[in-house]
Structures are given as C-alpha cells and as structure tokens.
C-alpha cells in the first residue's frame, strides 16, 4: 500500500509539473537534476578512450586534472566533419540558397532542415589568387578578425591545449537583425593532411564559464571548414583556394526569422570576409603584424 501510495503520490507531482512547465522545460528540469547521475553510471562502463564525452559537474580547480577532463575537440569530430563533406552524414539533401560570384570571388550557399536541431548551412567559396595556407591563417587569427568583423565585440582565449593544438575561445557577438548579442564557448582544432586543411569548431562546456541569462549563449553551436588549394577559373593553376563550411547554431530565435536574416545577410558578409582576407594577405606580405 504504501508503496502504491508513493507510486500515485509521484505521478500526480508529475502531471503538475507537466501543466506547468510544459514538456521542454520539464526535460531540462529533469536533465539537469539527473544529468550528472547518468554520465557517472555511462562514463563508469565505457573505455577510457570514450569518456571525453562526458565532463564531471565538479572540475578540479588543478589545471592538470581540468586537462584531463576536458571534453575538447576529438578525432572523431574530424570524422564527423569528413562525413558531413562526403555527404554520408545521413543528413537529408541540401538544397540550394545562393550562387552569386565576383571576379575574385565564386561563393554557394546549401540549407536544409534538421529534424533534431537548427538548419544547417553548407558553403563553397573559391578565393582568386590566395594561397591556402594564408586561408588558413586568415581563419585562425581572431585578432585580426575584429578589424574587419564588427560582428565581434569580445573575444579571449580562454585556454591551449599543446598536446592536440585546441583552443578554447570565448567570444560574443552581435548579428545587424537579430537584437541582442549572443555568447559563445568554442573549441577549434585544425587538422592538416598535405596542403589540404580541416578545422572543427563547437560548442563545449568549460569550467569557469557558467550561462547567464544576458548575453544568451548559443548552443548549440558548429562551424567547421576544409581548405585546400583549387584550380582558376580563369586558367589551369591551382592559383585559388576553397574553403568548404558546414555551420549551425541555435541563437534561441525562431527558425523562420534566422533564415530570412541569413538570406539576407549573407552576401553581405562573405564580401566583407574577402575584403578582409585581402587586407591579410597585404598585412602579411609587408610583414605587418596582425595584431
């Protein structure tokens, strides 16, 4: 009896919880009560080598325990970026949005929907007499990038890891139709395979950065590219370079208003990227420090 009485007792808090919640809020109420009990029961049973996944909600504030147990940027995402570049992701089709060009500049863009998340965006851009190499560097240099993005207001580093090369970043931006500014906490590690590059960058937990609710945080949050060096349109050399990005991140807009800002937005944006990738290659050829 006393047993049924519980059992009745817990279903009614329940269905309470339910009419006043609704059913997202009650999943991220149940998650995050529960949350840390289930990655220490998966974690206990699982191979070292999966446990990057999951993180302990109580870091050590020795930095060499925290490296131990941060999550970081793992080979597995780069074979989540090589699935996503040969499309055998699983993904649906992408469907066209864009395809305007230069005389410098080819630029395409892809979208399709995701049934458990944000769109997704794919983008090809072929840059005219530009080395992959300085692509490369041009993408990493977050210095830099706040000469010619004034979408970023704040950036810091917040951490290098030497062992794999990741970098944990701390950024917020402001997008021109989206209001208020949005946070994030990145972790990016580049890959190199010859002269062909790869670059994972996601969202991560990281100890020391709690939520707040000013600015929100995006997550999450995925921006990953593949640069390698291509042949001119206007001849046979391989004189341009291509970066391939596959992007999305939850901004907590509604889905609608993000793609009409996006097709908006964004040929706006990747002129204003070459016209600082241009001012790069200029900084860098008179040995003008980035910074």
């Not at 210095?143 to 704040?154: A, G, I, Q, S």
Request: proline share 4%.
């Amino acid at each position: 009896m006393e047993i049924e009485a519980a059992g009745t007792a817990l279903a009614f808090m329940g269905l309470i919880l339910f009419w006043h919640c609704g059913p997202r809020r009650l999943m991220s109420l149940l998650y995050s009560m529960f949350s840390w009990r289930i990655n220490l029961i998966w974690t206990a049973g699982m191979p070292h080598r999966y446990k990057w996944r999951y993180v302990s909600k109580q870091q050590s504030d020795d930095s060499s325990e925290t490296e131990k147990e941060h999550v970081g940027v793992t080979e597995e995402d780069l074979k989540m970026l090589l699935a996503y570049i040969n499309e055998k992701d699983g993904g649906s089709p992408w469907n066209l949005m864009m395809d305007n060009s230069t005389s410098t500049l080819s630029f395409r863009v892809w979208r399709r929907d995701s049934e458990f998340g944000p769109t997704q965006y794919r983008s090809l851009a072929i840059f005219e007499n530009m080395e992959p190499e300085l692509l490369r560097d041009f993408f990493w240099d977050d210095d830099f990038r706040t000469k010619w993005d004034d979408m970023l207001v704040y950036f810091r580093k917040l951490r290098e890891y030497s062992d794999t090369g990741t970098v944990i970043l701390h950024w917020i931006r402001k997008f021109p139709v989206f209001g208020s500014p949005r946070e994030y906490i990145i972790g990016r590690r580049l890959w190199v395979s010859g002269s062909t590059y790869y670059c994972v960058s996601k969202s991560l937990p990281f100890p020391g950065t709690p939520r707040s609710q000013r600015p929100k945080r995006a997550n999450p949050y995925y921006s990953s590219w593949r640069i390698r060096a291509v042949e001119s349109r206007n001849g046979g050399q391989s004189t341009a370079s291509e970066v391939l990005v596959f992007h999305f991140e939850d901004m907590g807009i509604q889905n609608m208003l993000v793609k009409i800002g996006i097709q908006r937005e964004m040929w706006k944006l990747i002129n204003k990227l070459e016209q600082g990738l241009r001012s790069y290659k200029i900084s860098r050829l008179n040995r003008v420090p980035s910074s």
